[in-house]
């Protein structure tokens, strides 16, 4: 049996690399895509992700979700709000990576973390832990830093970790699987996003048709871009504690960094060092702060169970073992992008 579970955990730890490693050098993809333009591509990318899903979903014959939604009025405006706030996102990256912005686009993912936590404070009442607040409070310095530093705000990095962060709490209340909510969520932007490439083509400025098959392809691969990372990703998640997987999502914005840097050769002065060592310190005290309150509580229930005595409170024990501290609000550990830049 614990054989069984190494292997198992292997398994997850994987496909948890492959995900994030995916989502890390996509990058490398979006200029393939040229001259297609941003907008283009998100409409490609919202097309054939669909189709793509749909084909998964036909395979393993699960549509009972879809009928369930559809009598669910207020899940399926939530599920509207992801679907808008998503294409927000996947339409600023793409036009960040195309536009030689990649190292300010990776600054995107690296605070989403801490703009989900200011999030839970403003909108969620909850409360922080000492060492959060410090954490949030050098993130805010380093984005004043950058902001001196690139003499504008980095609107591109704070779009995308707002939109992300809005989407990730959307998607918490609407609790749907990733497979499902990627199939919910395309096929609302299926009729926008066809009738803006028909419109395309019409004027002839489409260039599906106009550069070639190998062109064609590489539109179409976009739906397997997408989705391929969220099938691994969803192998991770049900095999690796969470924690593990929290550690983990910092793979694809260290990897993009790297990319804008050393493959883009994007410029870095100085004072954008600071403002991203900022970052890197407000993600290590995060960091530090969950692994050590998932220490104390996989002590405390060891402890529980060595005395024999039953853990009290049901389903906070539950989220004990999980690494969650009770009592204590916001998240215990780094919670792991749900989905793909």
């Given at each position: ?181 990627l199939a919910a969520e395309t096929a609302i932007q299926f009729l926008p996003a066809l009738g803006y490439l028909l419109w395309l083509s019409a004027q002839g400025n489409s260039t599906f048709t106009s550069e070639g098959p190998g062109h064609a392809a590489l539109l179409a691969a976009t739906g397997l871009v997408t989705a391929l990372p969220l099938v691994c990703f969803g192998a991770a998640a049900i095999r690796v504690p969470l924690s593990t997987l929290g550690l983990l999502q910092y793979l694809a914005p260290v990897f993009q960094f790297l990319l804008g840097i050393l493959y883009f050769h994007e410029a870095m002065p100085p004072e954008r060092w600071a403002g ?66």
């Open positions: 049996m614990a054989g069984t579970s190494r292997g198992e955990q292997r398994i997850g730890l994987l496909n948890g690399f492959a995900a994030y490693g995916m989502w890390g050098l996509v990058p490398l993809f979006w200029p393939l895509l040229k001259p297609a333009g941003a907008v283009e591509i998100l409409a490609h990318r919202m097309v054939w992700s669909l189709a793509l899903v749909a084909v998964a979903l036909l395979c393993i014959r699960r549509w009972a979700w879809a009928g369930e939604l559809l009598r669910q009025p207020r899940k399926l405006a939530l599920i509207t709000v992801a679907a808008a706030v998503i294409t927000v996102n996947w339409g600023v990256y793409i036009w960040a990576v195309n536009s030689g912005h990649v190292v300010e686009a990776s600054l995107g993912y690296f605070i989403n973390p801490l703009v989900t936590i200011a999030m839970g404070v403003l909108l969620l009442k909850e409360r922080l832990r000492p060492l959060q607040w410090v954490a949030v409070g050098v993130g805010f310095a380093a984005v004043v830093v950058l902001t001196v530093g690139y003499g504008r705000p980095p609107w591109i990095s704070l779009v995308l970790a707002f939109s992300f962060a809005t989407y990730g709490l959307v998607k918490k209340k609407v609790n749907l699987g990733g497979v499902e909510s991203f060592a900022l970052v890197w310190l407000a993600l290590a005290l995060l960091t530090w702060n969950a692994l050590r309150t998932a220490h104390r509580s996989a002590r405390a229930l060891r402890a529980h169970r060595i005395g024999a005595t039953p853990p009290k409170g049901g389903a906070g024990a539950a989220r004990t073992a999980r690494g969650a501290a009770p009592g204590a609000s916001g998240p215990a550990e780094p919670e792991p992008l749900d989905t793909r830049p």
